[in-house]
């Protein structure tokens, strides 16, 4: 489905590619949406949220040469944002069933390629 549109890119380490595909393999296959998969759930999506907002919101900045106050600033900023998703989440995650835990691993799979081999 992704394919099919337009998007953006946020490059994750290959650790957290293998921690995440791990953790989907994992809890699919316990097929279980109870506590300890809802928190692998909830870590994972913790992780991944952690990277992609320090590709969008850091990264420009890194690369401007910015002084320390304003990754400072930018570094609250995201602090606040991820603290919100997080509370979010987790209230989600909560009410998940096993029809709900296979959608998102799903989405997931879906989201997570592997770096292009050049040519």
Do not use: C, W
């Amino acid at each position: 489905m992704l394919k099919a549109q337009s998007h953006i890119v946020a490059p994750i380490d290959d650790e957290l590619r293998t921690k995440a595909l791990y953790t989907v393999s994992e809890l699919r296959s316990r097929g279980k949406a109870d506590k300890e998969a809802i928190e692998e759930l909830f870590q994972l999506i913790v992780e991944l949220t952690e990277s992609g907002l320090d590709f969008f919101f850091l990264e420009p900045l890194r690369r401007l040469n910015a002084g320390s106050m304003m990754m400072g600033m930018a570094k609250v900023g995201i602090s606040s944002m991820l603290k919100g998703s997080k509370m979010v989440v987790h209230k989600v995650l909560k009410k998940l069933d096993e029809r709900s835990l296979v959608s998102i691993l799903d989405f997931i799979e879906e989201i997570i390629h592997e770096p292009e081999t050049p040519a």
